[in-house]
């Protein structure tokens, strides 16, 4: 997973708590993903963004907000978590949104 | 939704055999890409097929690709310990959408 890491790698946070999770690159890739990894859906798109600024929703965005602030940082925000967006949440990174991506090694959230 | 789907959803097989695994998708594509993913990682690159290619090869694998029947299969010839993951399709489609559909996966176990 060289050139992009993803923090935290896992928390366990409450109901209706806000939690943010950051996805940093050294690549200096334009497209940034966020996806949601759970068992029979496989991997779906919740934001992405093709620039500073530029972010797009994918097909599960309900519930998250994405900002991007800077090239290499592109941050995934569940503004009062639910028990259903308990899941793995993976970070990838593209030169050029259709070619092959780059993933970070996930991160683990758990909503009790 | 373009989301692919595998087949089968999982598969054991012994080591130096040969492993087949299935996609298909629902719309045009512009490629479509290959990822393996081992327990607890994120996704790795492996091989693209573009949609006016039928067949391509990097060392131990052999993609195919039919348009018509808008299905791509992966084989893996004489299998490893080492390729137990799982293995998911992703398609870039001609909507101009800059992001990939993934599918559920198949989770190919290779037995010593």
């Known amino acids: 997973d060289a050139g992009i890491t993803q923090s935290p790698r896992h928390k366990v946070t409450e109901t209706g708590t806000p939690v943010t999770l950051r996805c940093h690159q050294t690549e200096n890739h334009r497209y940034m993903y966020w996806y949601r990894q759970d068992p029979g859906h496989g991997l779906r798109l919740i934001h992405y963004?093709?620039?500073?600024?530029?972010?797009d929703k994918g097909e599960v965005s309900d519930g998250y907000s994405v900002s991007r602030s800077k090239t290499e940082d592109f941050l995934l925000t569940l503004e009062s978590a639910t028990s259903s967006q308990t899941s793995v949440y993976f970070c990838a990174i593209s030169s050029d949104g259709t070619f092959g991506y780059t993933f970070g090694s996930g991160t683990r959230l758990t909503v009790v | 939704s373009q989301q692919g789907e595998e087949d089968p959803q999982a598969l054991s097989i012994q080591e130096g055999e040969n492993a087949t695994m299935n996609c298909s998708y629902k719309?045009?594509?512009?490629?479509l890409q290959w990822y393996r993913q081992n327990s607890g990682r994120g996704l790795v690159h492996l091989i693209l097929i573009r949609s006016n290619e039928r067949e391509k090869h990097s060392g131990r694998l052999r993609v195919t690709l039919d348009t018509s029947k808008k299905s791509s299969s992966l084989l893996i010839t004489a299998s490893r310990a080492a390729d137990t993951a799982s293995y998911f399709c992703a398609t870039s489609d001609q909507t101009g959408a800059n992001n990939l559909f993934f599918g559920t996966g198949t989770r190919l176990t290779v037995i010593p």
């Open positions: 719309t045009s594509i512009n490629n």
């Open positions: 963004s093709y620039g500073v600024k530029d972010t």
